[in-house]
């Protein structure tokens, strides 16, 4: 495994929202959907995922940056599910005709986030022989080694461990006779597609992955059957931007709303409103913290809304409207607030007022 850090092109003092803004570049310049074809590209996309799987959990970034992971078992996919439980198989049980892992991109929105959702995936999977029902053998005879189970049990006190069985080489089976229809192979030409239910939780973000054991392609000679692991990817949203479970969105507003004071509806994510009191004098870019309105997520924890009011300044304006803002211009003529004052104090330049 490569250093999470060099791969994101951090230093070890990188904050989270650092460690964010790098994976995002990085996995929207390497996506394969982006570079179809290229193989680097691909794995420069999985290092990269990787590397934030590590760095944007808490605990298992510590754990690096105390000595880094034990690599006798080293995770193959990151994801949500139970990686060390098939690492544990791979190399002590019988995984030498285990079907393959499947892999898939799943988008969704952020309103989908914010809720959890259900979704439908199709994966398509190798077609089996209709002959030998995807065995690849026609007859064989029960290992006498290993009594069929394809792998030996080795004591070494207090720890039992199990390995491929070498007498039938993890088959199971001895004295095999190969099905003449697929020679062997267990598989038929072309492929088919099946849909698999995906529960989505609510709070999730791009780079993770949701593992599903048993869901990937069909075992092949009584092998185990592979996982399925979902990419999931979210989609930008037109109005608000994330930050971990917090929620940010800029409303645009007019002069006089800032200088008058106002209220404001704010949009959700649920297609509700919530109202905020803008008070009169009110600056542009200030915000307003809407405690418990961010994106929840299963633990527990919901995030916060931040709300960041801006001038829209008018692009065209009527003549009428141009006469009022110069009797505007008048009022405010000599009207120089203590911000002001203090820039003209500290710079020497004087502020123009006409």
């Avoid at 030996?152 to 390995?163: D, G």
């Avoid at 075992?219 to 999931?232: A, M, R, T």
């Avoid at 919901?302 to 709300?307: C, E």
């Amino acid at each position: 495994m490569k250093d999470p850090y060099a791969v994101l092109g951090l230093t070890k003092t990188a904050t989270k929202e650092e460690i964010t803004k790098a994976y995002r570049q990085g996995a929207k310049t390497h996506h394969p959907d982006v570079n179809p074809g290229d193989p680097d590209a691909e794995r420069r996309f999985r290092e990269i995922q990787e590397a934030y799987d590590i760095l944007s959990n808490p605990s298992r970034r510590a754990e690096y940056d105390a000595g880094g992971f034990n690599m006798n078992f080293r995770r193959r996919d990151a994801g949500m599910g139970n990686p060390f439980s098939d690492m544990m198989n791979d190399f002590f049980g019988n995984s030498t005709y285990r079907g393959r892992n499947l892999q898939i991109r799943l988008e969704i929105t952020l309103e989908e986030v914010y809720s959890g959702c259900k979704k439908t995936v199709k994966v398509k999977s190798k077609n089996k022989c209709d002959a030998c029902k995807g065995q690849g053998l026609v007859s064989s005879d029960t290992c006498a080694e290993c009594k069929g189970e394809g792998f030996v049990k080795i004591h070494n006190a207090p720890f039992e461990f199990r390995k491929n069985c070498s007498t039938c080489g993890g088959l199971g089976k001895v004295n095999p006779v190969p099905c003449s229809d697929c020679n062997g192979t267990g598989t038929k030409a072309g492929f088919s597609e099946k849909e698999i239910p995906v529960d989505v939780p609510c709070g999730v973000d791009s780079g993770m992955q949701i593992r599903m054991p048993g869901m990937g392609e069909e075992s092949l000679k009584g092998g185990k059957q592979g996982d399925l692991v979902v990419y999931l990817v979210v989609k930008d949203h037109p109005i608000f931007q994330r930050d971990g479970i917090d929620l940010f969105v800029d409303v645009p507003v007019s002069y006089t709303q800032l200088a008058l004071g106002c209220d404001l509806e704010i949009p959700t994510l649920l297609n509700e409103k919530l109202a905020i009191k803008v008070p009169p004098g009110t600056q542009t870019h200030s915000k307003f913290k809407l405690r418990g309105k961010g994106l929840p997520v299963p633990q527990g924890f919901v995030g916060d809304l931040i709300v960041t009011v801006k001038v829209e300044t008018p692009k065209t304006t009527s003549a009428e409207y141009v006469e009022v803002l110069k009797q505007l211009a008048v009022f405010e003529a000599g009207q120089v607030d203590p911000k002001r004052s203090n820039w003209q104090k500290i710079t020497g330049t004087p502020v123009n007022n006409s």
